[in-house]
């Protein structure tokens, strides 16, 4: 019986997980006017060509995923290389005032976000970055979380390790290299799938730094077929099941070394 319970409670927790992406994935292939109908319509329609065709027409669909693959791309790799130097530095270096820079560090997680986005914006703006994708990346490059995640595994490599490869003739760049990347792969894939997903999702930054809709990310795109009076949900729910389908297959692709990841940020404190 106990084990019938937890059969149960297991499918439950599954289906309230994935009902809704399933049922956005249906919503995608109908039109507007059945897509809220009672009862609700779990079975695909006929309108997928026809809501997706719109949402191009709208919104210019393939430069939309351009400038959003783009930035999430770049950002996300110039983040990991930014958070792997710091995160080395603060493991494996011994310098003036390390644990004091480190607390400051971490005690920038408890800022929230929104209070930051003001200076960001005048300081972008006073060096002509506004409008551009520069000033989407740069104020993204440094992560605390990164930097964290980063310095918490490498304190569990040992000194030894690096030590030989020194002797051997390498200098800091290249035991980066050949012997910190290897060992810290699966790190690396999990903090690049926090990342990505936070670039790819992100909403207000774009919202504000941008001007020109040549220029928008997918989030931005998306917020602008939402009408005063009247909005096409078809199109909305399309465009929402083609922003959440990358990640879907960035995790899926990525689960294991994700799963490792976060275990080994977490060997030693």
């Not at 695909?44 to 939309?64: M, R």
């Not at 790799?77 to 560090?105: D, E, H, M, P, T």
Request: hydrophobic share 55%; charged share 10%; net charge negative.
């Amino acid at each position: 019986m106990k084990g019938w319970t937890l059969t149960f409670a297991l499918a439950a927790v599954f289906a309230l997980c994935v009902g809704p992406f399933y049922w956005l994935a249906m919503a995608a292939t109908h039109a507007n006017a059945d897509i809220f109908s009672w009862p609700p319509r779990f079975y695909p329609g006929d309108h997928l060509g026809e809501n997706l065709a719109t949402l191009d027409e709208s919104i210019g669909l393939a430069n939309v995923l351009q400038n959003t693959l783009f930035v999430a791309t770049v950002q996300t790799a110039a983040a990991i290389v930014v958070s792997l130097l710091a995160g080395y530095a603060f493991a494996k270096f011994q310098f003036v005032g390390r644990n004091a820079f480190f607390v400051l560090l971490l005690s920038t997680l408890v800022i929230p976000g929104g209070v930051t986005i003001i200076p960001i914006f005048e300081l972008m703006n006073e060096i002509g970055l506004i409008d551009s994708y520069p000033a989407l990346i740069l104020p993204n490059l440094s992560v605390p979380f990164g930097i964290f995640l980063m310095r918490q595994s490498l304190l569990a490599l040992p000194d030894e390790l690096l030590d030989a490869a020194r002797i051997d003739g390498s200098g800091e760049l290249r035991v980066l290299w050949r012997v910190v990347i290897p060992v810290m792969r699966p790190v690396l894939a999990a903090l690049a799938v926090f990342l990505f997903l936070g670039a790819w999702n992100d909403f207000l930054w774009p919202l504000i730094a941008l001007r020109t809709p040549e220029m928008y990310t997918l989030p931005v795109a998306l917020a602008t077929l939402q009408g005063l009076a009247k909005t096409d949900f078809g199109q909305v729910m399309v465009g929402t099941a083609i922003s959440s389908l990358p990640m879907m297959i960035l995790f899926l692709v990525l689960q294991r070394q994700f799963i490792s990841g976060l275990l080994a940020g977490a060997t030693k404190g």
